[in-house]
């Protein structure tokens, strides 16, 4: 443990001497757009930026930051470039193009776009990097010179790093999926929609479909899908939260707000696969998915302030997701440029989402099952007493009489004595109180394995397995009396005592102890008869 401590402190204080190799050499850029040579902008290209989307792209020109560059072979790391087209334009080599989801001329690589550079030009003279962002979103995005080994060692930890993440996702859909179909619940199913289809969008994003998945031919059709699944993402989340956090009897017509979103939604994008009102579906979706944001962060709280503990665990493994959902968005803007990990970050946040939501469902599965095993108990509990009912008992004792221990076994039939006077003077209110009492008696006098059972009215049965029957019986005859002079008020029982002959069923072991009550009830009742 002190090792520990003291290798992390160590590490703490070493970072920021120990110059990390991965991290390249030091560059110094410059950016305008390809066609207004005039409007050259000096940028640090180690720090996140966006550069807009003018006609014909932009020019970056990436130089070294002490004057020369090194010799050697290089790769030009540009990172977190989303799908926007990159070219490198260095002397002495054709123009090379490549994508996160086409490596094109480009060296594949894992999360990233890369170019070798065998040579880099002379007299510190620029790289030249074209930058199109023209039918994408223009991402904020950032530049590494490394060696090839050290590009290697990124590009591996990177692979480590966001399969880790996808397949944690996956992992907790299927689960998720399984339980949905083993309980019937919509929830499971709409949080394994959710999850797989915000993975598949990261991986897109990513570009892990391509590398290492080899999904070329879905990467080339992504205007069709992407989309489609980003709308299936927000429906499935809107809808999880809907059934999990119990949406329908907390804040119903805040529900019926978010059903009218998800219509729209698919209302829109439906339309956008119809050939010309894509553009104008394009152009109305964008705002609407955007609106998703607030209205479940919104809905969640107000679920939240209801009382619902799913909409908090649901707040608490989304909100990291939102939070850089909207760190993104912001760095479009230039806003907090050295937060270069943001991209791996959605990644991180999303299987952290999976791992918290799965455990929110967990819980969920297992309330479940505590309900209908408490329903269960219920459905067989005398709700005067607590006793078992006349079926739970027979079941019961069902179960006794084919254990191996069975052979010991022996049944009380219980019967209060004038009870019909007890409720003549005490009024029905209280002769089941009286009722209680008895049920009380029974409790006292025997052990918790025992079958106590109101049979009906004011008789009761009771299981034994092993000891002296008739003794027991004695024990609660006399056990009433003292509890019935505590209540200043005479109350005896008779009981009828049998003991189980092996291969009888519980009819005949019944009748048997009836008679053996009848005999106690003729021969002046307040006794115990065996049979
Ligand atoms: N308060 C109350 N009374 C009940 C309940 N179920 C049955 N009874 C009453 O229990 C009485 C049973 O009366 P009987 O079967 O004549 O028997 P008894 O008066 O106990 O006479 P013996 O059994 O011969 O000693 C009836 O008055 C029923 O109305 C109940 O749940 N609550």
């Known amino acids: 443990m002190l090792l520990v401590l003291a290798w992390l402190a160590g590490a703490a204080f070493a970072a920021p001497v120990v110059a990390d190799p991965d991290a390249g050499i030091a560059l110094r850029g410059e950016w305008r757009p390809t066609r207004d040579a005039a409007a050259v902008q000096g940028f640090d290209p180690a720090r996140l930026k966006a550069f807009g989307r003018p006609p014909g792209g932009v020019t970056v020109l990436l130089y070294p930051r002490d004057g020369a ?24 080599l054709p123009l090379r193009r490549s994508t996160m989801l086409d490596a094109g001329d480009g060296r594949p690589a894992f999360g990233r776009i890369a170019f070798d550079v065998p040579r880099l030009p002379p007299d510190g003279a620029p790289l030249r990097v074209h930058v199109d962002a023209s039918d994408t979103v223009p991402s904020p995005m950032y530049f590494v010179l490394r060696d090839a080994a050290a590009q290697s060692r990124v590009e591996a930890g990177w692979l480590a790093f966001a399969t880790a993440c996808l397949v944690t996702m996956l992992a907790t859909a299927v689960i998720a ?68 956090a119990g949406l329908g009897q907390r804040l119903p017509r805040l529900r019926r707000v978010l059903h009218g979103y998800c219509a729209l939604m698919l209302v829109l994008v439906t339309l956008g696969y119809v050939p010309g009102l894509q553009a104008a579906m394009r152009a109305l979706i964008n705002p609407v998915l955007i609106l998703g944001a607030p209205l479940v962060l919104g809905t969640a709280i107000a679920a939240v302030l209801r009382g619902s503990r799913y909409a908090a665990i649901f707040l608490l493994g989304w909100l990291p997701l939102l939070g850089v959902t909207v760190l993104g968005s912001l760095q479009l803007y230039g806003i907090a440029p050295d937060w270069t990990w943001s991209d791996d970050a959605a990644l991180a946040v999303g299987a952290f989402e999976a791992i918290v939501l799965s455990l929110g469902l967990a819980e969920r599965a297992a309330s479940v099952r505590r309900q209908r095993d408490q329903a269960r108990v219920l459905a067989g509990v005398d709700p005067l007493t607590g006793l078992l009912n006349r079926r739970a008992w027979r079941e019961a004792l069902e179960a006794c009489l084919r254990e191996p221990d069975a052979a010991g076994l022996s049944v009380l039939y219980l019967d209060l004595d004038h009870f019909k006077r007890v409720n003549d003077r005490l009024g029905h209110a209280g002769g089941d109180r009286v009722l209680q009492l008895f049920a009380d008696v029974l409790r006292h006098a025997l052990r918790a394995d025992d079958v106590i059972g109101r049979y009906g009215g004011e008789e009761f049965v009771v299981g034994l397995v092993g000891g002296d029957a008739q003794a027991v019986a004695e024990r609660i005859r006399r056990g009433l009396h003292a509890r019935s002079r505590e209540a200043d008020m005479p109350l005896t029982v008779s009981i009828g005592v049998t ?33």
Request: proline fraction near 4%.
């Open 69 to 92: 560059w090194p010799e050697g072979l290089w790769v030009l790391s540009v990172e977190s470039a989303a799908f926007q087209r990159i070219a490198l334009d260095a002397p002495g």
């Open 177 to 244: 999926l399984f339980f949905g179909l083993r309980l019937r619940d919509p929830a499971f199913g709409w949080y394994a929609a959710y999850v797989t289809t915000y993975a598949l969008i990261q991986a897109t994003q990513s570009g892990y479909i391509v590398r290492p998945l080899g999904w070329d031919a879905m990467a080339a059709t992504l205007p069709a899908w992407g989309r489609a699944v980003t709308t299936l993402s927000i429906l499935s989340a809107v809808l999880f939260l809907d059934r999990f």
């Open 499 to 531: 003991a189980w002959r092996t291969g009888e069923g519980i009819d005949e072991l019944l009748r048997r102890a009836d008679a053996a009550l009848y005999a106690a009830k003729h021969g002046g009742r307040d006794r115990v008869v065996a049979g």
